[in-house]
């Protein structure tokens, strides 16, 4: 096999591998799991014991056949038999050498090539080794794509209980040493001081001191223990929220890309008060019991009975304030996200603002939104601060009642003052957990309400959503057809509605119209980015919401009307999605499409570096380069909107001819323009209203019919231009504005 890679991808140590030479085994079985999107299905105790059967790296194919089976079962997945070919209906399949080499076979590339995920990494290839045998790895779960933010949360979080178990016990381990403190006074009280006993002093103070020393270390292993799983859990949650967004169905996009931002962002906070709690919960919560059973124990009902209802109290003002900060917080989180939203938004419009001098007015907008977001911040505080210090109060005040209460009870003679002194020391013990209230209170209003946001675009519809297994078709003809198709934005938005529209294999079309007509939505119906609401949008007769939509980025080139680029060089977004482009099939690209000029012209030549959103390119050029990267990837089926809008005629006569040339080998092509020299590219010509379509013929009866004044009614049909002075007569004459001349 001649794997090229790029990237590395696999964990090449792992603490659970029993052993260095069984790295390969580790690795498979966490990317079983992956793929199984399981992630915590297997308990460490089992993902050890399935180590400790795998074979050595270095055994043939048989010994980690049985092997695989073995982990498949356990991670809850199918395996088909054993194949000699790869098929991309099998996808993802595993790959197994005869001499024991594996990966996991994720795509396959416009290019042929096969993406594949191995011990070593991440990589592309070609042709696999003699031998080589394929399996199709089935997955039986839920598919990520319909959890809810909450299981996801819950997932990703609890996929490795070990740092809530071991931080427990640490916990537990560090309190019971904290009560080594109140006892050393006990003792000290009782036995020391009455019988002037220093070497029992010297011993107690000893041995309290190795408790303190004991219980700092505990604290910094948990900490280093609970920062690790952190860490872990971090870089899941924000990889798992990205991946959500990315396979986001492009209708579903939330159209205020700030607040979405700040949305995202608050996993944060979601992931603090998660820890908290947990850490709460398992730890310094029960404890309070703990330390108010030893003054139980030390101290009697009475001293015990102190603490109890101190701890109540407490709680009860926590619960108070509860309802008050979590509608800040509500509000807070709103405000904020709003704020981010008009952020992202000046930023990216400030040409417009300053041309326009609509600064001041976006400025009103960003000073009120920090009054709300600063109010309701103070609120918290100001909710949390009176909270925390009722608590502290309540400690004082509890220490006094102790002291008082085991005062009157010592001079009974029930209890010694040895133990007053240590009941009152644990006593601040009971209520430190308490202290804690208002800040968790805090934190978990807003995780409620950043959750809230979350579950919202959770709840959104990804690509081939609701296809338990999206179809993979390895031959694609190119015939697209709208079936009975409706599609409107939002409930009151604007639509089209198309009952039949054919495109054949190999057919070349444009869609011209007024603007506003419609045309770009047709086009993102027919690359499935969006999904209509009634009828149905056919790829080779396959609805083109179940097709897998990696295959269709392969398979259709979409070129957007607004080209966006990313951060980063020239070369990165020429190759962004495409794999084993060398550098002259790139220059190749480059020099038909023009876009060799700017390489040309530039010190780093293709290294150029591309500011974040293609900042730094003028609108031609970027087009030139999305151009460019289209004509690397060789779709079947073009999807072109308004792609030379902004080229000079030079520039634009240069890419109609490589256009001409890209789809000579039959390709489909769906042409979005208002310009009249494009349609050399095309046979047939689609005229469309909001009403749907009006003219649809052959390129030139129907620019015939638009030269001669066929007008498109509001109603949708084609009539005469109306006669002046006829008022009845039809007014609107959308068709006229549907070409420029050139
Ligand atoms: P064309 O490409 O013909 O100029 P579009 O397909 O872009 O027209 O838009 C058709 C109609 O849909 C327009 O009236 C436009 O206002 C509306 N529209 C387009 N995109 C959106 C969107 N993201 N949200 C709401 N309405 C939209």
Redesign the pocket.
Known sequence: MNMTTTGDAGDKSSPASPNGNKRQGDWLLRRLSLVARQDGLLSRAQIEALLNQAPDDAMPAAAWRAWIVMVSDACKLQMSGWSDEPDVAMLPMLMLTPEGEMGVVLARGADGSWRIDGPDGLGYTHDWQPGAQFTKVEVSGVAPARRSAKAFFKETFFADRRWVFYAALVAVLGNILALATSLYSMQVYDRVIPTQGFSTLIVLSVGALIAIVLELLLKLARSAIVNEALSHIDINLSSGIFERLLNLRMDQFP?QVGSLSGQLRSYETIRAFNSAISLFACSDAPFALFFLAVIFWVGGPFVAAVPLVFLILAVVVGQLSRSRIERAAMAGTGAGNRKLGLLVEAVSGAEALKAGGGGWQVLTRWNDLSRESVRQDADIRHLSETSQYLSAALQQLSYICMVATGAYVATTGSITSGAVVACSILSGRVLTPVNMIPGLLVQWANAKAAHKSLEAIFALRCDNHEVERPLVPQRIEGRLSLQDVAFT??PE????AIPRLEIAPGERVAIL??????????LRLLGGFYCPQQGRVLLDGLDIQQISRDRLSEVLGYLP?HVSLFGGTLRDNLLLGLSSKDDEQVLRAAQATGLQALIAGHPKGLDLPIAEGGAGLSGGQKQLVALTRLMLSAPKVWLLDEPTACMDSQTEERCIVALEQAMADGATAVL?THKHALLRLVERIVV?T?QGVVLDGARDVVLRQLQGGVVVSPGGNPSNRPQPGNPSAPRSAPSAQVMTTR
Do not use: C, D, E, R
């Open positions: 159209s934005y939002g938005g604007q639509g089209i119209g007024a603007i506003g007509a419609g045309k770009s939505t047709v009307q979005v469309l909001p």
